[in-house]
């Protein structure tokens, strides 16, 4: 199975900072990288897939980038609502692997 | 509005067999990949297996011996059965659709709500 990483495991943030979040891969796996965001007592919410694309209705203050082993997820000017926790999943190879998520508190 | 529905019993009794299904309103089941995926607080998220309309399915080796999922399209419906359940299935379960966007696959893009799913005698 390939291992996801992420760091750090929580972050605190005020609003309108700019925030990022990193996940590297046990092996290469090209562009096949989602991100997704979980609030608590919910489920958790496509952001982004093919590690730069930012899915219908999710804000453009959201990006991603990277490849094959590092990647990056963006928030550009943190907003309240984006508090919770971050995913990023592997889309490479079954089984489909997820990091252990990134807490996100807002100051 | 897509919207996936999980249902049924939440508790199990250990050794016995822990059996969902999720309704699917908004879309039809076919052209889809379907998954089941849980979380706990311990290993996180763990994807469990998917099935596609026509029926071809595939599972998570670490769980393949005990999964099964299967799909009834006249009720828009699929379900998962995981047999000889421990203390350690006790987790929230999600049925999760598996988009196509431009030939990318293998991503999550509509979750139910998510059961929890508490196995103890």
């Known amino acids: 199975d390939i291992q996801m990483t992420q760091s750090p495991s929580s972050l605190s943030a005020s609003v309108g900072d700019r925030v990022t979040i990193t996940c590297r891969a046990s092996q290469r796996i090209t562009k096949h990288l989602n991100w997704y965001h979980q609030r608590p007592g919910k489920a958790p919410k496509l952001l982004i897939y093919?590690?730069?694309s930012l899915d219908g209705g999710v804000p453009s203050r959201f990006s991603g980038s990277g490849s094959e082993t590092d990647f990056t997820l963006t928030i550009s000017s943190l907003q309240p609502e984006d508090f919770g926790v971050y995913f990023c999943q592997e889309s490479y190879n079954a089984p489909y692997t997820f990091g252990q998520g990134t807490k996100l508190e807002i100051k | 509005q897509v919207q996936l529905q999980e249902s049924g019993p939440g508790l199990v009794q250990p050794s016995e067999t822990l059996s969902l299904t999720c309704s699917v309103s908004g879309a039809s089941i076919s052209g889809y990949h379907w998954n089941w995926i849980r979380q706990t607080p311990g290993k996180g998220l763990e994807w469990i297996g998917y099935i596609y309309y026509s029926g071809s399915s595939d599972y998570n080796p670490s769980l393949e011996s005990r999964v099964t999922i299967s799909v009834d399209t006249s009720k828009n419906q699929f379900s998962l059965k995981l047999t000889s359940v421990t203390a350690a299935d006790t987790a929230v379960y999600y049925c999760?659709?598996?988009?196509?966007?431009?030939?990318?696959?293998?991503?999550?893009?509509?979750w139910g709500q998510g059961t929890l799913v508490t196995v103890s005698s």
């Open positions: 093919a590690a730069s």
């Open positions: 999760v659709r598996q988009p196509s966007r431009d030939g990318y696959t293998d991503f999550f893009d509509y």
